[in-house]
């Protein structure tokens, strides 16, 4: 099988449990990938697959269908990718689609599987909004190997008849979770509805909600169900702290963590893409090289900020959500949390953008009182208690050099009093951690009598 060569031309289900935590992954020799692809990533670096890879390119050689869950920067790209390429070149020619909810990561894709398959003759399209679809009809008239979509882009052209899926012999959900969240489940299952039924289907994602396992039992055929960690797994290598703050006094707050933090390379999370503006200009205001990415931006600027920041011309970069879906930049050391988000499995995919490729990571939220339920469903999702932190306490100087809000003094300390000798404004910080915490045990035995 090896001594073969790859070339591309033109061209109600039962789910088995494969999880295993500590794995040895071997090679991708081991793995039934044939002989010139292995020299091609033996060329780009790839010696020793990732335990998601290792697990699914065997079953997805064999055109096997795929529910895999993990988290992101597990190299969930490349273990449906390296399938991908492979069963194009070597079957009965097809084309492979596959879904994304982000531009970014639909460009993020496209790069990688590009520098494993160019020297194959891949050739991609990449459908995406917020530009022109004129080039990309030109790109899918060009009979591609692979599309890649986010599906309201892909359902526009489906309606307009400029793309057709009865090509389509592999179809690929990348963060299946967070298209559901973002509204496309109707584009999603109209998709399944049209693709070809004689199709290998593979799905991805960093948790299993009744939604996607409703897809899965529909759409797919016997798939293996491959979860490398516990649905909200949050990355063991990623150290992760709370502090209990007043919603005025965030800004405050963070111009104290980014000088102490002068050195990292930082991504900050905010719930709202105005949220993410405000930020990005204050912080830039005292000094900081810093740029946003969110969903008022244009394409254009996104694709500059995302280039900015991972070339390390902007040390700090401002995100919401769905933005940050297809930020890989390696470097980042600290993930702060500004806002908590909306939903609890998207604390794990923020704090996933740090302690990537086997480096350690930092994670800091900012927690208003009233947010305490929503530090318990965290805690419940990744079944971890997340220490709370004393605030600091900034030195009168420091509060003037850094203070862009005019409504704080000088003489404050976060707590909104002014300081006075003894520490009296770090007592109150441990008040409200103790009441914090004894809230937090209480809420629990309610919630236990709620469920």
Do not use: W
Not at 115 to 121: E, V
Not at 163 to 177: F, H, N, P, Q
Request: proline residues 4%.
């Amino acid at each position: 099988m090896c001594e073969q060569s790859v070339t591309l031309g033109n061209i109600g289900s039962h789910i088995f449990f494969m999880t295993e935590k500590h794995i040895d992954t071997g090679r991708f020799d081991d793995l039934g990938i044939k002989k010139n692809f292995l020299e091609i990533l033996k060329n780009k670096g790839f010696e020793k697959p990732t335990p998601i890879q290792h697990q699914v390119i065997p079953g997805a050689l064999e055109g096997k269908d795929v529910v895999g869950i993990a988290q992101t920067g597990t190299g969930k790209t490349l273990a449906y990718g390296i399938p991908l390429i492979q069963n194009l070149a070597t079957g009965n020619g097809g084309q492979g689609l596959i879904l994304v909810p982000t531009r970014e990561l639909a460009q993020q894709v496209a790069d990688a599987l590009s520098s494993i398959g160019k020297s194959l003759g891949l050739r991609i399209a990449v459908i995406i909004g917020g530009v022109s679809s004129r080039p990309q009809i030109k790109d899918l008239r060009n009979n591609p190997h692979i599309v890649i979509a986010t599906p309201g882009r892909l359902d526009d052209l489906m309606e307009q008849r400029q793309y057709r899926l009865d090509k389509v012999s592999m179809l690929i959900l990348d963060e299946a979770d967070r298209m559901l969240d973002v509204g496309f489940l109707p584009q999603i299952r109209r998709i399944f509805k049209l693709a070809p039924v004689n199709r290998q289907t593979m799905l991805f994602s960093a948790t299993m909600p009744p939604s996607i396992s409703s897809l899965a039992s529909a759409f797919m055929k016997m798939p293996l169900r491959i979860e490398i960690a516990p649905q909200g797994t949050s990355a063991e290598n990623v150290e992760q702290e709370v502090f209990i703050i007043s919603k005025p006094d965030k800004m405050r707050l963070l111009y104290s963590l980014l000088k102490t933090y002068k050195d990292d390379t930082v991504l900050i999370f905010s719930r709202t893409k105005h949220g993410a503006k405000r930020i990005a200009r204050d912080i830039n205001t005292v000094g900081h090289s810093a740029t946003e990415i969110h969903s008022n931006r244009t394409q254009g600027q996104r694709k500059a900020s995302l280039e900015g920041f991972s070339r390390g011309r902007f040390r700090i970069m401002v995100a919401t959500d769905i933005a940050a879906r297809g930020i890989d930049v390696k470097q980042i050391s600290l993930v702060i949390n500004f806002d908590l988000p909306d939903n609890s499995e998207d604390y794990v995919h923020r704090i996933g953008r740090t302690g990537r490729a086997g480096r350690s990571g930092k994670a800091i939220s900012f927690v208003t009182p009233s947010e305490k339920m929503d530090i318990r469903k965290i805690e419940k999702l990744i079944r971890k208690t997340l220490p709370i932190l004393d605030l600091p306490i900034i030195a009168r100087e420091q509060s003037e050099s850094f203070s862009a809000d005019r409504s704080f003094s000088s003489r404050q300390s976060f707590g909104g009093q002014q300081r006075q000798r003894g520490g009296q404004g770090q007592g109150q910080n441990q008040g409200r951690r103790r009441n914090f915490s004894r809230e937090r045990r209480y809420g629990r035995t309610q919630a236990r009598g709620e469920r």
